[in-house]
Each structure stands twice: as structure tokens, then as C-alpha cells.
């Protein structure tokens, strides 16, 4: 509806709106990435009293309900964890009626299927993942949702099938001066009216400031590049 949610890992789930200033959402884990998906709130690389600091564990909250995170099959919330792929959970952004959940080096789909289970995620084929949740951009419709988004060596998109590379063009020159330390800063802006997605990353020459830009127009599949200062 009209409700703002704010999180930062440091903090429970805060919510606003029009007419109140932010507040904690009793009951709610902190949590580092947040998303809404089927009327959910879903929230990922989590802190909270029952399990502690968790980057591999995920929560929503009741359906059509913001303030309620205690697991029940009759609300919708649940909990869990994604490990069959190493290292914590690095984004996630919605998927259509789906969820696309990112690591560094691979993806899962979750879809809602109900019952016991609620949220089922299955393993995307293959290697490719994000270190930043901000690189992530969907370019698609609520119909047909498409992603693009930053790996670690080359541009993706995906469109529910699998991760198909994209960056031939550009991705030696970006890569080969992309300060990897700081790929978790990377920045994008999705410019709908020309179909243009800038993504702003840290060159070697920086302590971590996004000094670099590339843009891909995803229409006429061309590719731009530029300093950023």
C-alpha cells in the first residue's frame, strides 16, 4: 500500500507513512536486504533473536500483513536458509509473483507454493551471482521480468530461464580496471524513457568512490563508457 520500509542490518525493520514518521516494526529481525513480493515483505542476510546474525537465512512476513514475522502457515510467515550455495546472501529483487535471491556466485528462484512449505526455492544452473543487491536492475514487466545485474567477471541478464552473459563488448575494459574489493558498492540507474541502465562502480585508482560508469541500452543492445567525477 502506502507504507515505506527502511532497513539497515544495525536496526529492526523500521515502517512510515504519509501521516507518521518511521517507527520499529515489533517483532522484526534487522535485516540487510528487504523486497516485497505477493503482497509479502521479504527480507534476507538477517539478525534477529531466535537465530542470531544469519546471512544465509531469509524471512517473510505474514501475507498482506507488515508487522507480523512469527512463522505460521496460516498467516504465510515463514523462515529459512539458503546453503547449497556458498557464502551469504547478496540481493534479491522480485521476480513477476517470484523472487530472484543472488550470492556472489549464484542465484535461486522462489517461487509461493503454500501448505508447509510456503516458499519453495529452487538452485539457477550455473555460477552467476552479484556482490551488490544495488546492481541489480529490472528491466522487464510485471508480465515478462527480466534482470540485469553485475557479476563477478562479466553483465547478466536473466530471464527466468538461466543467466545469459552479456558484456562482450565492454567487459575486459571494465573489468580489468574494477577495483574487486569494492564490488559490493557497485550503484545502478535505470533510465526507462531511453531503455538505459548506468552502473557505477570503484576503479583501482579509488578507495572504494564510484569513479567509473558504464551504460547499456537494452533496446539497441549498444554499450557506453565513462569516467564519473
Not at 73 to 79: C, D, E, F, Q, R
Not at 119 to 141: H, K, L, P, R, Y
Not at 142 to 147: L, M, Q, R, T, W
Request: aromatic share 14%.
Amino acid at each position: 500500500n502506502n507504507i515505506v520500509l527502511a532497513t539497515n542490518l544495525a536496526d529492526t525493520i523500521q515502517a512510515a507513512t504519509a501521516a507518521a514518521s518511521f517507527a520499529d516494526i515489533s517483532g522484526a529481525p534487522k535485516a540487510t536486504i528487504i523486497e516485497t513480493v505477493l503482497n509479502q515483505v521479504f527480507v534476507a542476510n538477517t539478525n534477529d533473536a531466535g537465530f542470531g546474525v544469519s546471512p544465509n537465512r531469509y524471512w517473510f512476513s505474514a501475507i498482506g500483513d507488515h508487522t507480523s514475522w512469527t512463522p505460521n502457515i496460516n498467516t504465510g510467515a515463514v523462515s529459512g536458509t539458503l546453503t547449497s550455495i556458498a557464502g551469504k546472501i547478496t540481493g534479491a529483487k522480485r521476480f513477476g509473483s517470484q523472487i530472484v535471491v543472488y550470492k556472489e556466485r549464484g542465484m535461486y528462484v522462489g517461487s509461493y507454493v503454500g501448505g508447509d512449505v510456503i516458499w519453495d526455492f529452487q538452485e539457477v544452473a550455473g555460477d552467476a551471482g552479484t556482490a551488490s543487491n544495488e546492481s541489480i536492475v529490472n528491466i522487464g514487466t510485471a508480465d515478462y521480468p527480466v534482470h540485469l545485474f553485475i557479476g563477478q567477471a562479466d553483465f547478466y541478464m536473466f530471464d527466468g530461464a538461466k543467466p545469459i552473459q552479456i558484456g562482450s563488448p565492454i567487459r575486459r575494459t571494465v573489468f580489468g580496471e574494477m577495483n574487486q574489493k569494492y564490488q559490493y558498492k557497485i550503484r545502478s540507474l535505470h533510465d526507462k524513457v531511453n531503455s538505459r541502465v548506468y552502473w557505477f562502480y570503484p576503479s583501482r585508482s579509488s578507495n572504494g568512490e564510484l569513479d567509473k560508469c558504464v551504460v547499456y541500452n537494452y533496446k539497441t543492445q549498444q554499450w557506453g563508457y565513462r569516467d564519473w567525477k
